[in-house]
T-cell receptor, first 112, second 114 residues
Framework: GENVEQHPSTLSVQEGDSAVIKCTYSDSASNYFPWYKQELGKRPQLIIDIRSNVGEKKDQRIAVTLNKTAKHFSLHITETQPEDSAVYFCAASRDNFNKFYFGSGTKLNVKP | DGGITQSPKYLFRKEGQNVTLSCEQNLNHDAMYWYRQDPGQGLRLIYYSQIVNDFQKGDIAEGYSVSREKKESFPLTVTSAQKNPTAFYLC?????????????FGPGTRLTVL
């Protein structure tokens, strides 16, 4: 089955700096890669996703890159703000299977 | 994600009791899921269902049971066979069982065993 690994487990940055979180996956058939943000005690919320037919996607300060050959994808947050502090999860899935495999999460702390 | 509701928000159980967690969605989504989240950890899949009257075990199904009698409802029962049930439980749904797409999560139920 699919195995998703996520690094680092914790990340501390200064406000205004960039943050990068990386995930690798094992199943070359995976074709959908969402990223979720979870604040303490709350539900995970989708912040950006990418499908295997594109290599990069941006939404304001957030971007995701995908390298299908190397089977890894990354979340990039620029100009970080204190409200970006949360736990971020990556995931992988594929069509006609609809089972999601989650990374172990990255706790991001943005220091004012 | 406002179309998925879970109840109760907090639940306390005595050892040896079965408890049922509710999950309802009004999004007309085909697939529904139950995850367990322990402090500082990721999401582990308990059960999932792609259509009514059908469901599959996830990675940690032991001690849990589910039903999918209606498209909008996917209740999870935590049985007394689950030895360490204290956790945060999240229900989720996706629109189409065939095409992988965004998962929408409910607000969660925090279960504590007394």
């Amino acid at each position: 089955g699919e195995n998703v690994e996520q690094h680092p487990s914790t990340l501390s940055v200064q406000e205004g700096d960039s943050a990068v979180i990386k995930c690798t996956y094992s199943d070359s058939a995976s074709n959908y890669f969402p990223w979720y943000k979870q604040e303490l005690g709350k539900r995970p919320q989708l912040i950006i996703d990418i499908r295997s037919n594109v290599g990069e996607k941006k939404d304001q300060r957030i971007a995701v890159t995908l390298n299908k050959t190397a089977k890894h994808f990354s979340l990039h947050i620029t100009e970080t703000q204190p409200e970006d502090s949360a736990v971020y999860f990556c995931a992988a899935s594929r069509d006609n299977f609809n089972k999601f495999y989650f990374g172990s999460g990255t706790k991001l702390n943005v220091k004012p | 994600d406002g179309g998925i509701t879970q109840s109760p928000k907090y639940l306390f159980r005595k050892e040896g009791q079965n408890v049922t967690l509710s999950c309802e969605q009004n999004l007309n989504h085909d697939a529904m899921y139950w995850y367990r989240q322990d402090p500082g950890q990721g999401l582990r899949l308990i059960y999932y269902s792609q259509i009514v009257n059908d469901f599959q075990k996830g990675d940690i199904a032991e001690g849990y049971s589910v039903s999918r009698e209606k498209k909008e409802s996917f209740p999870l029962t935590v049985t007394s066979a689950q030895k360490n049930p204290t956790a945060f439980y999240l229900c989720a749904s996706t629109p189409d069982a065939a095409v992988t797409d965004t998962q929408y999560f409910g607000p969660g139920t925090r279960l504590t065993v007394l």
